[in-house]
């Protein structure tokens, strides 16, 4: 049990071989819960030919049975009763399904040292108030999803003022307003404290350029920030327009390239990855992330694009340790990266099932265009 | 968004709209019918700008990839000489001979539909059937439909603006009842795309003398007697597996095999695996494309493990692809993406099997040596299929075709008896 506390507590997070000890015991430790707790884990795992003596080096984790984001929508998983749950959370599902997945005490008192210590890494943790432009969902009791949940807690990054909501719930349904946003921050401008916006990346680019047709930009502190979070879905398709989306917040809100920072996890794998100042995602020490080739699922060496495995003891409540997840990825040695950390870091290319997806270059973002979001 | 008066308008103005529909559809109902010529003539004109090239920055700004591919399999829907035949096939004589007095074919009047979402420009078709029926459409869209049907109705009513009047179509959620209900209202008639719950949904919102027509979720299945050595029709079956992914109603999910021996079910997998897979392959060359068929394969897999123990099921892995050979006989939804479901079911139990799921059949792709085929056909349209085609060409379409068993013009207009 102490394994997860042990990596999750530890005082490097991007040290990657110096953590893979602690990284594989507490792996060995939630696998063996999930055996133990979960009957269809144990059903998968007999299935799959797997059991724990095979987990003797960190290199033996693509052995760990790995479950798709799509098992976990049509199944309710969990490896405890609901009552010993911190909480229920699902995913914003696009087409109408979406993952349940279960939080357990232990889980969220892993997650706190992680998450202030990456905020804390990246410059996330201020002590300084700040006015929060939330352009996501306001929290409503009818709403489970991670990222409401994960919006909102990023408001308590910096002391909060107050927030203003872009989707408000109405009578049952969220409207969008972001004219109001865009209204609440040019009250934001004039405050003698900075401003903060926490956006989903599709909404921003929507919202910023709404503001330029109808001529308005504001000047916010320059201790301003903007925090990207939500869908990956969002993400790659924002890979495209990643400069123009830089150039636009430096136009309309005179927020730098520098203050963007972007978040992604799933509720399947809340891991806090964060951006660098060169916007790589280099993955810490609490995951670990195979890329598989896409008609064997065989691990792929390093620079070679597949499907995105990641694999994370973090959870008790769900067996979640290794998420097939729907995206195609790349994943290149953290050297390649002139922010100077060693770690490796994860860019995703696009979603399965697109047929565009030619190649792994990064020319290949080009065609994610036609994705969703932007 | 809402497509109204030939333009696009923000969601803002529905509730005027709302209020003002009805005096603009009574106005409309007062003025010139509208004539299955002038649609046909509407259509021709949009074809050749289709084949002239001239939409195909639209249909890469709005259409899915694919698009392409799809539109030239449907273009010769829109030729004016097949559409004159579909109207003559399915409407037949108007006003035949009768020993008194004489009848007229009219519009219902005013059509709601309810369109669905899982292929391209059906939103599209269903309106233009409404409309060479000379009935007023309202379309309610599917969840993520981009703006395709927005823009082929802007086309149309470009091309004909006698047609404007006659297309609306709201981008309203399902779950917007009121807004559907005062839409139902309106209508002489609903006609309701999609499953149970739309249809079960849409039987609540319309009102007692609204004429329901719905075209509800179907099965399709394969029916193989006597396969050995017909490898070209097997792979035109493979082929036909991965390409519509077991999306379309037409679609096949069980594959019957006409024997009672488990033993022939698993040669039959054992050799029809290779070729699904070399499919397979085929269709799902790019890498997005291959990922998602692993990813939907593996899914099968653990599935079949988790959800399946215990039921002695024998399931045959491929790269992309898979087969399931079960013990029941129940034709049900197959994993989808390239995973079809193997049964036996011998001739003999074809009606009492396939009867449990009536209601729900419609095409089956049928396999077997031309002298059995009399028989097998007779069996099959009585267990209650409407469409029976060779294996592989379970999801073309062919000129004339009915609609789940339906002649669906013939819905959308009433007889008017003149008794004068």
Not at chain 1, 181 to 198: G, V
Not at chain 2, 233 to 262: K, R
Request: with cysteine.
């Amino acid at each position: 049990m102490l394994a997860r506390q042990r990596l999750f507590w530890l005082s490097k997070p991007y040290d990657l071989p110096g953590s893979d000890a602690r990284f594989l015991r507490a792996v060995r430790d939630n696998c063996a819960y999930h055996l133990d707790h979960c009957p269809e884990y144990r059903a998968l795992a007999r299935g799959l030919g797997f059991d724990l003596s095979q987990l003797e080096t960190i290199g033996d984790l693509k052995r760990l049975p790995m479950l798709p984001t799509l098992f976990f929508k049509r199944h309710a998983l969990s490896s405890m009763p609901k009552w010993r749950m911190a909480m229920y959370v699902t995913s914003s599902g696009t087409s109408g399904s979406f993952s349940q997945v279960g939080f357990d005490w232990g889980c969220i008192l892993a997650e706190v040292p992680m998450i202030l210590k990456l905020g804390f890494l990246h410059g996330l943790v201020s002590p300084v108030p700040a006015n929060y432009a939330v352009l996501g969902y306001r929290p409503n009791k009818n709403n489970r999803t991670g990222v409401t949940r994960t919006m909102y807690g990023l408001t308590w990054f910096a002391p909060p003022l107050r927030r203003a909501y872009a989707l408000h719930y109405r009578d049952g349904a969220y409207v969008p307003d972001l004219d109001g946003t865009a209204k609440a921050l040019e009250r934001f401008a004039r405050s003698p404290f900075p401003t903060r916006i926490i956006a989903f990346p599709s909404y921003l680019w929507f919202g910023l350029r709404r503001m330029e047709e109808l001529g308005l930009s504001v000047k916010l502190r320059p201790d301003s920030k903007i925090i990207l979070a939500g869908g990956w879905k969002q993400h790659y398709a924002q890979e495209v327009e990643k400069p123009r989306l830089y150039a636009l917040a430096e136009r309309v809100l005179g927020i730098g390239e520098e203050n963007i920072h972007e978040l992604f996890g799933a509720v399947e794998h809340p891991i806090f990855y964060n951006t660098c100042k060169c916007h790589h995602f280099h993955v810490p020490a609490y995951a670990r992330v195979l890329i598989r080739d896409v008609n064997t699922l065989e691990p792929l060496p390093m620079g070679q694009a597949g499907l995105v495995n990641l694999i994370s003891p973090l959870m008790n409540a769900t067996p979640t340790l290794s998420v097939a997840t729907d995206d195609l990825g790349v994943l290149e040695p953290g050297e390649k990266c002139p922010c100077g950390c060693k770690a490796p870091y994860l860019t995703i290319l696009g979603r399965v099932g697109l047929r565009d997806i030619t190649t792994c270059a990064a020319g290949a973002a080009e065609l994610l265009g036609e994705g969703e979001g932007l | 968004m809402i497509f109204a008066e030939g333009a696009l308008r923000p969601d803002s103005q529905l509730p005027a709209l709302l209020d003002s529909l009805e005096d603009k559809l009574t106005d409309t109902l007062a003025g010139p019918p509208l004539e299955a010529e002038t649609v046909i003539s509407a259509l021709a004109r949009l074809g050749e700008r289709l084949d002239r090239g001239e939409l195909d920055g639209l249909i890469a700004q709005y259409a899915p990839a694919g698009a392409r591919e799809w539109l030239d399999e449907v273009r010769w829907m829109l030729r004016p000489e097949l559409l004159r035949q579909k109207l003559a096939i399915e409407l037949g004589d108007a006003s035949p001979a009768r020993p008194f007095g004489r009848a007229e074919r009219c519009p219902l009047g005013v059509l709601l539909h309810v369109a669905p979402g899982n292929m391209e420009g059906l939103p599209a078709f269903t309106a233009l059937e409404g409309l060479l029926t000379g009935n007023i459409n309202l379309l309610k869209l599917p969840r993520g439909d981009r703006g395709l049907t927005f823009a082929v109705l802007s086309l149309l009513v470009e091309t004909e603006p006698a047609l404007t009047p006659f297309l609306y179509a709201f981008d309203v959620p399902s779950g917007d009842r009121d807004t559907l209900k005062k839409l139902a209202a309106l209508a002489d008639g609903v006609v309701t795309w999609g499953g149970d719950g739309a249809v079960s949904a849409m039987r609540e919102l319309a009102g007692p003398g609204c004429k329901l027509i719905e075209w509800g979720h179907r099965l399709g299945f394969a029916y193989l007697s006597g396969w050995e050595g017909r490898t070209g029709e097997l792979e035109a079956l493979a082929e036909h597996i991965v390409t519509t992914n077991g999306l379309l109603c037409s679609s096949c999910q069980v594959i019957y095999l006409d024997t009672e021996d488990f033993g022939e079910g698993k040669r039959f997998c054992n050799g029809f695996l290779p070729i699904l897979e070399r499919a397979s392959a085929v269709r799902n060359a790019a890498p997005g494309a291959a990922a998602q068929a692993t990813l939907y394969a593996y899914e099968t897999f653990l599935e079949h493990i988790a959800d399946r123990d215990g039921l002695d099921e024998v399931m045959f892995r491929g790269t992309g692809c898979s087969l399931t050979l079960r013990r029941d006989r129940a034709l049900e939804l197959s994993p989808l993406y390239g995973n079809a479901l193997v049964k036996c079911l011998p001739r003999s139990q074809i009606i009492p099997v396939l009867r449990r799921a009536r209601g729900r059949l419609q095409t089956v792709g049928l396999l077997c040596p031309p002298e059995r085929r009399e028989e097998l056909v007779r069996l099959l349209s009585r267990a209650g299929v409407t469409r029976i085609t060779p294996a592989g060409q379970m999801s073309a379409s062919f000129p004339g075709e009915g609609h789940d068993g339906e002649y669906p013009l013939r819905r959308y207009c009433r007889v008017v008896d003149l008794a004068l």
